[in-house]
C-alpha cells in the first residue's frame, strides 16, 4: 500500500510538470501571435516567464527574438511584456525593444535570462522589475562570466520604461594553466533602496565586493587555493533623466 500510495505520488508530480510546460508553450504561442513573430525567429531555450509576486493576475514574460545569426554569432532583439495570466493578452510591452533593446551573443555567450521579482520599490507606490542576463565564455585557459541587470517600470499607455541598463551585477574572470596554477577575480553586486531621493525617484545603493584569489601547487602535489585581496565599494545610482545613473 505504502508503495503504491509512493507511485501515485510520483505520477501526480510528473502530471503536474507536464501540464504547467503545457500551459507555459501555449502563453507563449498566444504571445508570439500577438508580437507578430514566428516559433522560428524565438530563441525558445532562452524564453522567460515569470508572475509577478505583488500581482499574482499578471505575468512577466521575456521573448528574445532572433534577428541575425551566422555560425559563432546571434543578435537578440529582448520582447518583455506583461501578460494577463488568465488570458495571455498583452497588457504592457517594451515599445523600444525592436529600435535598441538588443542582445549580442558571441565568443562570450548569451546562456541565460532570468527575472527578478524583488521588491525594487523606486517610489512609494511604484516598484520596478529586473532582467537579468547571463553571459559565459567557454574557454578553460581564460574562464569569464558575467551577469547584467536591467530594471523596467509600467508605464503610461500600456508601455514598459527602462529605468536602470545593464548594470554588471557580477563578473568573473581568471587564468588557468590546465593543472593546478590560476588566477581568478570575482565581482559581485547587491542594490539596496536608499531612503534619499533624486528627482522624487529613490536613489539605489549599490555595494560592491571583489575578491582577487590563486591556486597554486604545493610541494607536496597538492592544489591549493588563496586569496590575495578583498575589497569592497559603495556607488549611489541617482535618477535623472529618465534613468538611473
Known amino acids: 500500500m505504502r508503495i503504491q500510495s509512493k507511485n501515485n505520488g510520483l505520477i501526480l508530480v510528473l ?44 505575468t512577466i514574460m521575456v521573448i528574445p527574438e532572433i534577428i541575425s545569426v551566422d555560425e559563432y ?40 535570462i532570468s527575472i527578478d521579482t524583488a521588491p525594487y520599490m523606486i517610489t512609494n507606490e511604484v516598484r520596478a522589475f529586473g532582467i537579468r542576463l547571463g553571459y559565459y565564455a567557454h574557454s578553460r585557459a581564460n574562464p569569464y562570466s558575467k551577469q547584467t541587470l536591467t530594471l523596467f517600470v509600467k508605464d503610461k499607455e500600456s508601455s514598459l520604461r527602462r529605468i536602470l541598463n545593464e548594470l554588471l551585477i557580477s563578473e568573473s574572470e581568471g587564468e588557468y594553466d590546465g593543472r593546478c596554477a ?42 591549493e587555493e588563496k586569496t590575495i585581496s578583498k575589497t569592497k565599494d559603495k556607488q549611489v545610482l541617482k535618477y535623472e533623466h529618465g534613468h538611473y545613473h
Open 15 to 58: 502530471f503536474l510538470i507536464i501540464f504547467s510546460a503545457h500551459a507555459q508553450n501555449e502563453q507563449i504561442d498566444q504571445v508570439l501571435l500577438q508580437l507578430d513573430i514566428p516559433l522560428s525567429r524565438c530563441k525558445e531555450e532562452l524564453v522567460a516567464i515569470k508572475k509577478t509576486p505583488n500581482h499574482p493576475d499578471e
Open 73 to 112: 554569432h546571434y543578435e537578440l532583439s529582448g520582447h518583455v511584456v506583461i501578460v494577463d495570466t488568465e488570458t495571455s493578452k498583452i497588457k504592457y510591452r517594451n515599445v523600444e525593444s525592436d529600435i535598441t533593446y538588443t542582445w549580442d551573443s558571441d565568443a562570450v555567450e548569451l546562456n541565460s
Open 182 to 223: 590560476s588566477r581568478y577575480s570575482d565581482t559581485s553586486k547587491i542594490l539596496i533602496m536608499s531612503e534619499n531621493t533624486t528627482n522624487g525617484y529613490n536613489d539605489i545603493i549599490s555595494q560592491s565586493t571583489k575578491v582577487d584569489s590563486k591556486t597554486y601547487e604545493t610541494q607536496t602535489g597538492d592544489c
